[in-house]
């Protein structure tokens, strides 16, 4: 069984920054792209950033050069540095991976951190 565990998330004061980090766990053989999205109440999740196995990477065009994705494939880690936080960028943020275990592959998703951003 494969769970991701997000951790990072809080209270923060508008143009602070916070770390946020999945790490995934089970019987893993690989994983894929990995990746951040985020919803605020009454709104859809959307997709934050993400990240390629190789280490390519895209963000939302109101993410961009604020928030960094990186990830540690050794330690099946992948995290979301985030900068120049605003207040906009208040919601429940949440870790996705695609992950391949023994003959199957399958879209995980973590539990979610909170994160807020006062003004």
């Known amino acids: 069984q494969v769970q991701l565990v997000e951790s990072g998330g809080g209270l923060v004061q508008a143009g602070g920054s916070l770390r946020l980090s999945c790490a995934a766990s089970?019987?893993?053989?690989?994983?894929?792209?990995m990746g951040w999205y985020r919803q605020a109440p009454g709104k859809q999740r959307e997709l934050v950033a993400a990240?390629?196995?190789?280490?390519?990477?895209n963000y939302a065009d109101s993410v961009k050069d604020r928030f960094t994705i990186s990830r540690d494939n050794a330690k099946n880690t992948v995290y979301l540095q985030m900068n120049t936080l605003k207040p906009e960028d208040t919601a429940a943020y949440y870790c996705?991976?695609?992950?391949?275990?023994?003959?199957?592959?399958?879209?995980?998703w973590g539990q979610g951190t909170q994160v807020t951003v006062s003004s």
């Open positions: 990240i390629t196995s190789g280490g390519s990477t």
């Open positions: 996705n991976a695609e992950i391949i275990t023994a003959g199957c592959r399958g879209v995980y």
């Open positions: 089970g019987s893993i053989r690989r994983i894929n792209a």
